[in-house]
């Protein structure tokens, strides 16, 4: 037997078509159709001539698939799970519905499938259930609002200078092993708080095409940290067939807009689309679409930008929301407006080659970047972030107050420091004011470090920010600034809670600013530094 590959579909239908003659009327084949070619997930079918491009259809044995490719005499499709009950010859038929995930709020704190079923050994998933398509148009820009609420990710270098605002899309990029999908982890791991309050900010993890034991690595730390109880993970590994993990990103899409376009706030991290964008060459090569830069197919770029289009912030009003394009049925006496997706895609580049094709593609598509990097990551500066040229073009508008007010000097401080950072390696010859400079930014890189799973609280990064850029940690060893942080905020905490209570929700004056500089001050004395 000829296999997909050596043998050409006109070939295969003619073929067929005298063969089958006779077996369904032209009118029957609108409807149906009959497998030609079946092998790598991919089923080729002669028929179905009124199917329509990622519609569902159904095979023979019950198996599901979404058609992807229409050609003049026939049409490809990815099989859906298992294709081994898929044959040549098994008759097909169309189910006149886009293809769609059944997402249920019992999602929360499971591990499935892109196809919704469960991972996890938990038992099967529970109701009710909504139907929600994979492939979806993004609300249209009547229906959002612009960024203006924080998507607090606990990492200080972040939340300070690439502030994320819910609804934005922020690109984590960097090569392997740079903490990258620590980011996202510790971002996930930073809602627990909003959770607890009853404030929750859904998130789902979308694992594509990393090898299963980082997947179950991942779900573990999740376990651990508290955070599966307001956590959904898709996962679609390396060992899995190429046309789920070209389809988990989309279900996890899915997922996100339920909680959405039902007025929650969602967090929904794709990890990573460079796999992804893999995944979807390969399933284009074997339907023999004709191969572009770097054997992508031509609309490689609008796989991505289709959806990460997909994340919004929603109108408040009700009305207005309810009024939204491409409403899933299922769902739409449930929606509310004022929801979000706010998305963390993450791409892996090679040997930092961000202008590769993906890696451009996704960058122009994303509201910023997050660039880390491995000499940053072996210098022992982690998170590696690369704040100079890591950006977030909405984020700032979601800021706190307190936040913006002492941010802003950061960034200039820390500008200043790595202008002035090359000079100091000639050492001695450097005037007072350019060493002081120096030695700050020192003290404020090592305040930017954080180990992971230590999230921390907004208020907490705003009091331990002030001391360093009011200069009150110049006299500081370096090597103490952790400790400082570490009493620092013990201290505040201890006696100045209603203060810090007030930074949370916004506020800081120049009072406020004396007492923190005392309570500062206090604790440096300790450590045996005088201010
Ligand atoms: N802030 C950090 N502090 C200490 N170790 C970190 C930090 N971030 C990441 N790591 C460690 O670095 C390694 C690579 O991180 P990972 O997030 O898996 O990278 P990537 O997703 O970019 O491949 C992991 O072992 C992780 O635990
Ligand atoms: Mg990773």
Same mark, same amino acid.
């Given at each position: 037997?000829?296999?997909?590959?050596?043998?050409?579909?006109?070939?295969?239908?003619?073929?067929?078509?005298?063969?089958?003659?006779?077996?369904?009327?032209?009118?029957?084949?609108?409807?149906?159709?009959?497998?030609?070619?079946?092998?790598?997930?991919?089923?080729?079918?002669?028929?179905?001539?009124?199917?329509?491009?990622?519609?569902?259809?159904?095979?023979?044995?019950?198996?599901?698939?979404?058609?992807?490719?229409?050609?003049?005499?026939?049409?490809?499709?990815?099989?859906?799970?298992?294709?081994?009950?898929?044959?040549?010859?098994?008759?097909?038929?169309?189910?006149?519905?886009?293809?769609?995930?059944?997402?249920?709020?019992?999602?929360?704190?499971?591990?499935?499938?892109?196809?919704?079923?469960?991972?996890?050994?938990?038992?099967?998933?529970?109701?009710?259930?909504?139907?929600?398509?994979?492939?979806?148009?993004?609300?249209?820009?009547?229906?959002?609002?612009?960024?203006?609420?924080?998507?607090?990710?606990?990492?200080?270098?972040?939340?300070?200078?690439?502030?994320?605002?819910?609804?934005?899309?922020?690109?984590?990029?960097?090569?392997?092993?740079?903490?990258?999908?620590?980011?996202?982890?510790?971002?996930?791991?930073?809602?627990?708080?909003?959770?607890?309050?009853?404030?929750?900010?859904?998130?789902?993890?979308?694992?594509?095409?990393?090898?299963?034991?980082?997947?179950?690595?991942?779900?573990?730390?999740?376990?651990?940290?508290?955070?599966?109880?307001?956590?959904?993970?898709?996962?679609?590994?390396?060992?899995?067939?190429?046309?789920?993990?070209?389809?988990?990103?989309?279900?996890?899409?899915?997922?996100?807009?339920?909680?959405?376009?039902?007025?929650?706030?969602?967090?929904?991290?794709?990890?990573?689309?460079?796999?992804?964008?893999?995944?979807?060459?390969?399933?284009?090569?074997?339907?023999?679409?004709?191969?572009?830069?770097?054997?992508?197919?031509?609309?490689?770029?609008?796989?991505?930008?289709?959806?990460?289009?997909?994340?919004?912030?929603?109108?408040?009003?009700?009305?207005?929301?309810?009024?939204?394009?491409?409403?899933?049925?299922?769902?739409?006496?449930?929606?509310?407006?004022?929801?979000?997706?706010?998305?963390?895609?993450?791409?892996?580049?090679?040997?930092?080659?961000?202008?590769?094709?993906?890696?451009?593609?996704?960058?122009?598509?994303?509201?910023?970047?997050?660039?880390?990097?491995?000499?940053?990551?072996?210098?022992?500066?982690?998170?590696?972030?690369?704040?100079?040229?890591?950006?977030?073009?909405?984020?700032?508008?979601?800021?706190?107050?307190?936040?913006?007010?002492?941010?802003?000097?950061?960034?200039?401080?820390?500008?200043?420091?790595?202008?002035?950072?090359?000079?100091?390696?000639?050492?001695?010859?450097?005037?007072?004011?350019?060493?002081?400079?120096?030695?700050?930014?020192?003290?404020?890189?090592?305040?930017?470090?954080?180990?992971?799973?230590?999230?921390?609280?907004? =208020?907490?990064?705003?009091?331990?920010?002030? @001391? $360093?850029? !009011?200069? +009150? %940690? /110049? &006299?500081?060893?370096?090597?103490?600034?952790?400790?400082?942080? =570490?009493?620092?905020?013990?201290?505040?905490? @201890? $006696?100045? !809670?209603? +203060? %810090? /209570? &007030?930074?949370?929700?916004?506020?800081?004056?120049?009072?406020? =600013?004396?007492?923190?500089?005392?309570?500062?001050?206090?604790?440096?004395?300790? %450590?045996?530094?005088?201010?």
């Amino acid at each position: 037997m000829k296999t997909l590959t050596d043998l050409r579909p006109d070939e295969v239908t003619a073929l067929l078509e005298q063969q089958l003659a006779g077996q369904l009327s032209s009118k029957e084949l609108e409807e149906m159709g009959i497998v030609l070619q079946v092998g790598d997930g991919i089923a080729r079918i002669y028929g179905l001539t009124e199917v329509e491009a990622g519609e569902m259809i159904e095979f023979a044995s019950g198996a599901k698939g979404i058609v992807l490719n229409l050609e003049e005499d026939n049409v490809g499709a990815v099989i859906m799970g298992s294709s081994s009950s898929v044959h040549e010859g098994d008759r097909v038929k169309r189910l006149h519905r886009t293809a769609s995930i059944l997402v249920s709020e019992k999602m929360l704190g499971r591990v499935i499938n892109p196809l919704g079923e469960p991972l996890d050994g938990k038992g099967p998933i529970e109701g009710p259930f909504y139907e929600s398509p994979y492939e979806r148009k993004a609300p249209g820009v009547i229906f959002r609002r612009p960024v203006h609420q924080p998507l607090q990710t606990g990492i200080k270098a972040i939340d300070a200078m690439i502030p994320i605002g819910r609804g934005q899309r922020e690109l984590i990029i960097g090569d392997r092993s740079t903490g990258k999908t620590a980011i996202a982890l510790d971002t996930i791991l930073n809602q627990r708080e909003n959770y607890e309050r009853g404030e929750p900010v859904y998130c789902i993890y979308v694992a594509c095409g990393q090898k299963a034991s980082t997947i179950a690595q991942t779900v573990a730390t999740l376990e651990k940290y508290g955070a599966m109880p307001y956590t959904i993970v898709v996962a679609a590994s390396a060992s899995d067939p190429a046309p789920l993990v070209f389809l988990a990103p989309y279900a996890g899409a899915a997922i996100g807009e339920f909680f959405r376009d039902t007025g929650r706030h969602a967090l929904i991290i794709y990890d990573d689309l460079s796999k992804q964008a893999a995944a979807y060459r390969e399933v284009s090569l074997l339907l023999r679409r004709p191969p572009g830069r770097e054997a992508y197919p031509g609309d490689i770029f609008y796989l991505h930008s289709r959806l990460l289009e997909r994340a919004a912030k929603i109108i408040d009003d009700d009305a207005v929301a309810r009024q939204m394009n491409n409403l899933p049925e299922s769902f739409k006496p449930l929606v509310k407006g004022g929801g979000s997706l706010t998305a963390l895609p993450i791409i892996e580049t090679q040997a930092g080659d961000v202008a590769a094709y993906i890696p451009t593609n996704v960058i122009s598509i994303t509201d910023g970047q997050i660039y880390l990097e491995p000499n940053l990551f072996n210098a022992g500066v982690r998170p590696a972030i690369n704040v100079g040229i890591s950006v977030s073009r909405v984020g700032g508008a979601a800021q706190i107050k307190p936040m913006k007010r002492v941010a802003g000097r950061l960034k200039l401080e820390l500008a200043q420091y790595r202008e002035l950072e090359a000079f100091a390696k000639f050492g001695s010859d450097l005037d007072p004011a350019t060493l002081r400079q120096i030695e700050r930014g020192r003290r404020l890189v090592e305040l930017l470090k954080q180990p992971q799973y230590q999230t921390v609280k907004v =208020e907490h990064q705003v009091a331990v920010i002030f @001391a $360093g850029t !009011r200069g +009150l %940690l /110049d &006299k500081l060893p370096v090597e103490k600034v952790r400790t400082f942080e =570490e009493q620092y905020i013990r201290y505040l905490e @201890a $006696g100045h !809670r209603p +203060l %810090l /209570d &007030k930074i949370r929700q916004g506020q800081l004056d120049e009072a406020m =600013e004396s007492t923190l500089e005392k309570a500062a001050k206090e604790v440096l004395a300790g %450590l045996g530094v005088q201010v």
